[in-house]
């Protein structure tokens, strides 16, 4: 069974970074395309980014492009996201997924597997 667990989030100034760590396990992860998304209180879980399973293509969201970026490690079975230029409105649960598709997925229901999520809160 494959489980997904994010770690690094937490409270963080504006202007701020944070990267945000997923480790997946019980698959093969390689094989695997990966994205985040975020939920802020009150709105719909929205697409972040997303890397394909070798790592060489990626998508971001309008709303993170310039200032994220998704990156994964095949070896150690993790997918990360670095997150600088933080603002209040980047506060959210941050969820990572996996998704055996071929490609960068930026759609909800082209991941089969989700995490708990992490809490990441920006002060302005």
């Known amino acids: 069974q494959v489980q997904l667990v994010e770690s690094g989030g937490g409270l963080v100034q504006a202007g701020g970074s944070l990267r945000l760590s997923c480790a997946a396990s019980?698959?093969?992860?390689?094989?695997?395309?990966m994205g985040w998304f975020r939920q802020a209180p009150g709105k719909e879980r929205e697409f972040g980014c997303a890397i394909n399973w070798t790592g060489g293509r990626t998508s971001y969201g309008d709303s993170v492009k310039g200032r994220f970026t998704i990156s994964r490690d095949n070896a150690k079975n993790t997918v990360y996201l670095q997150m600088n230029s933080l603002q209040p409105e980047d506060t959210a649960v941050y969820y990572c997924a996996a998704s055996t598709r071929v490609g960068v997925l930026r759609a909800l229901y082209g991941y089969d597997y989700w995490g708990q999520g992490t809490q990441v809160t920006v002060s302005s």
């Open positions: 019980g698959c093969t992860f390689s094989s695997y395309a």
